[in-house]
């Protein structure tokens, strides 16, 4: 990997888990719809003079079908679901589930375009879940409360981002990162748009959740995005999607920092598992074995 794309990565990871701080911050005043709206039309306004300026926007008409897919199924759900997770548990926890995201890539990939597996990459994602199991041991039951229905919204989101970037990959490759970040938020606006009129909150909301969305709006999903998309063009969305490795020390540093987050041991296991399973399942790590 370019010491460029490296470089991404960290600025990315840093952007994503600070989201997961804004959400927070944000998720019990605006509720996750409106949340996710807002996020998705300040990055839409946020991109769109750049990209007019810059000449792409031609991109946009010509594949405007494919942008509110990848929009519905790369932001529009996710962007739902890890707010509804961030009511009942901690942004921490929530990007650690968040880190099973590049085995759902690698899993979605091996079915749907065929891409090649190891040995270690099927070991990595056994070990993966396993970290997932460690992680939520204790904190999931039969009667769906708040905290399960919050791990299970977490680790759907993480199969969207899956979902979505083999969908890029497929049928959106070749196009500028800069035309894709863009057409994906604006699609995005437009699908959650109807549900944020209906769930607008009825009373005042605090400038401290209208700064959180601000900033999140604009650093950790516009500039995100633009970061995200031009990965999966240089080194593909498994080795895009290994940004999570990195998103939960910065979600939980920002955590402790503003919010006063505890990490507990049973995050820091599990989350340990769920890297070491990821990196196998990515390609990072081997142990050994023939491709299937």
Not at 68 to 82: E, R
Not at 105 to 111: D, E, H, M, N, P
Not at 135 to 163: M, P, R
Request: charged content about 10%; proline content about 4%; glycine content about 12%.
């Amino acid at each position: 990997m370019r010491i460029k794309d490296s470089l991404d990565l960290l600025i990315l990871s840093a952007l994503w888990g600070a989201s997961f701080l804004f959400m927070r911050i944000a998720a019990p005043e605006f509720g996750p719809v409106v949340l996710a709206e807002l996020r998705v039309a300040i990055a839409s306004l946020v991109l769109l003079p750049i990209i007019l300026l810059r000449g792409n926007v031609g991109e946009l008409g010509m594949n405007w079908g494919k942008m509110v897919t990848v929009g519905t199924l790369n932001t529009a759900i996710p962007f739902i679901l890890f707010p509804f997770s961030t009511l009942f548990i901690t942004g921490g926890f929530a990007a650690i589930l968040n880190a099973t995201a590049p085995i759902f890539t690698a899993l979605i990939a091996w079915i749907w375009l065929s891409t090649r597996l190891t040995g270690s990459s099927i070991f990595g994602f056994f070990v993966g879940f396993a970290g997932v199991t460690v992680l939520v041991w204790n904190k999931v039951s039969f009667d769906l409360s708040g905290t399960s229905l919050a791990i299970i919204a977490a680790v759907v989101a993480s199969l969207f981002y899956g979902i979505g970037g083999n969908y890029t990959r497929k049928y959106l490759q070749g196009l500028s990162p800069l035309a894709i970040a863009t057409g994906s938020q604006i699609g995005a606006a437009i699908v959650l748009l109807p549900g944020a009129i209906a769930l607008w909150p009825d009373g005042p909301i605090s400038m401290r959740a209208w700064t959180a969305i601000i900033l999140m709006g604009i650093f950790s999903t516009g500039f995100a995005y633009i970061l995200y998309f031009r990965l999966i063009a240089n080194i593909g969305p498994a080795g895009a999607i290994t940004v999570t490795y990195l998103t939960p020390g910065f979600a939980v540093l920002w955590g402790a920092i503003i919010l006063d987050e505890q990490l507990t041991t049973s995050m820091i296991i599990g989350c340990a598992v769920i890297l070491i399973g990821t990196a196998l399942a990515t390609g990072l790590l081997s142990v050994g074995g023939k491709k299937h």
